[in-house]
């Protein structure tokens, strides 16, 4: 009896000590931010929750080949191409600028993303959300020259809340809210205003290669000229460059373009290919 | 039989909390050295670190998303790709001290034994600790080599020459006095 006591006193106390010392440690892992809930700062056309880090410019290629079933006359769209050339800079942690111009409809464009609330690990938030905001100027020549035409007709604007949940290491869901207001529309029959909801994911297939996909869907259709916009693709990542390739029914990169003027039909073949490039720089570090 | 027993712990407990050392700002840095223009290297100023006197016992805690790199996106490689800090949010280092001289007043290098939790991987080590009692405080730095190899973390070929598997850790804790 007397030795039991001793043995258990002995061994349980080293036991004891051991343990407890992690005890005296707060574990606080739960609370931590989950780290890159998309590789890119778009999901494909749209945007995704992330944001260039303080410091980091990133630069993006994007290109949109023409559609496939253009035949082999056209190589399957790789002789026409439209692109997108975007710089993005991280001003603050959570807040980013950025300038694009994009070769559909010559429009140049101006953006504003900042990082509302960043999903936690177990604890805390379960989502991260995101706004952004872009303003878009069309820079065509005037189509009538004669008529008095206003330096306003030429703009636009997108407003978007990207709320985004990374469910484990593999899978990322985004629902995003969307509003975007045309100053001047083509025919009467358009609206000025108009909602959308875009939802988008990726899976990863290896640590480095994910497989995406997002759709928008237009409430308030203005005309059935219009279509809504489904973009499947891969992220590839390889160091400084993530690659995106993919196919969609939008030849526009910009969210006016894909959200509200997408006129390709995936059931005609109206697909184009498209890829985007992204390299990031780090200008300042601390 | 009893009061024997009760006397016994207590004089014992009492004794085990007296000789505890802890922190929360540990800092471990690492480095992999390569001839690559942007090394890799980041630093953690949020280990937690304990060690008991009485019985030689150490225990850290490595958060890995407190790991910060000068670069953002060597950052989310590092956390996504390599520890997977998703799956494993921590690493933590439990072990005992070989022999514990009784006077600490003067730096003595003395060795760890003990096992190493990171990435999945549980792993026998010896590291070396240079331990010193100053101004009350008890001062434990250490500098040793890790293989990623041996913790299950894959290099690719595409990036060996920018990372090594041979990784320098140093560590640097200053410990206080539990009251």
């Known amino acids: 009896m007397r030795i ?4 258990t006193f002995i061994f349980g106390a080293q036991l004891f000590a051991q343990d407890d010392l992690f005890s005296l440690l707060d574990d606080d892992s739960s609370l931590q931010e989950v780290s890159a809930i998309f590789k890119g700062t778009r999901v494909i056309n749209g945007q995704s929750v992330e944001l260039p880090a303080k410091g980091v410019l990133q630069f993006v290629i994007e290109h949109r080949f023409g559609t496939l079933n253009s035949g082999a006359y056209e190589l399957w769209g790789i002789d026409q191409s439209t692109m997108r050339m975007s710089l993005d800079y991280g001003l603050f942690d959570g807040l980013a600028i950025g300038v694009a111009r994009n070769s559909f409809q010559k429009t140049f464009e101006a953006s504003l993303k900042t990082s ?38 030429r703009l636009s604007y997108a407003y978007q809340l990207m709320l985004a949940r990374k469910f484990n290491q ?14 001047l529309v083509e025919t009467k029959a358009m609206n000025n205003d108009y909602m959308a909801m875009g939802i988008g994911g990726r899976y990863k297939i290896t640590k480095r290669v994910s497989f995406n996909a997002e759709y928008f869907y237009q409430f308030n259709r203005p005309v059935e000229d219009f279509t809504n916009s489904l973009s499947l693709g891969f992220d590839i990542e390889t160091g400084g460059h993530v690659f995106q390739l993919h196919i969609t029914n939008s030849q526009g990169m910009f969210e006016r373009a894909f959200i509200g003027e997408t006129t390709g039909k995936w059931s005609e073949g109206d697909i184009y290919f498209g890829f985007n490039i992204s390299r990031v720089f780090t200008l300042s570090r601390d | 039989m009893k009061k024997i027993f009760i006397i016994s712990l207590l004089l014992s407990a009492s004794q085990v909390m007296a000789q505890r050392y802890m922190t929360r700002n540990a800092e471990v840095y690492f480095l992999s050295d390569t001839p690559a223009i942007e090394v890799v290297e980041a630093t953690n100023k949020q280990v937690g670190a304990v060690i008991d006197l009485s019985n030689g016992a150490i225990a850290f805690q490595i958060q890995m998303r407190a790991f910060h790199f000068k670069i ?22 439990r072990g005992s001290f070989m ?18 939790d990171f990435h999945g991987v549980q792993k026998e080590m010896e590291i070396p600790v240079r331990l010193q009692m100053k101004d009350g405080a008890l001062v434990a730095e250490s500098n040793f080599v890790l293989f990623c190899s041996d913790f299950g973390i894959k290099i690719p070929k595409l990036v060996a020459d920018k990372l090594a598997n041979e990784i320098q850790v140093v560590v640097k804790a200053t410990l206080n006095e539990i009251q």
Do not use: C
């Open chain 1, 4 to 7: 039991l006591f001793l043995f």
């Open chain 2, 72 to 93: 953002a996106l060597m950052e989310e490689h590092f956390n996504e790709n390599y520890v997977e800090s998703e799956v494993y949010p921590k690493a933590t280092f």
């Open chain 1, 170 to 183: 593999s899978l990322s869901l985004q629902l995003t809210p969307s509003y975007i207001h045309r100053n």
């Open chain 2, 99 to 116: 022999a514990l001289p009784n006077d600490l007043s003067q730096e003595n290098n003395l060795i760890v034994k003990g096992s190493m």
């Open chain 1, 116 to 153: 509302l609330l960043k999903q936690k690990r177990t604890s805390g938030s379960p989502i991260s959300i995101t706004a952004y905001a872009a303003t878009f100027l069309n820079s065509f020549r005037w189509v009538k020259p004669e008529r008095e035409n206003l330096f306003s007709s």
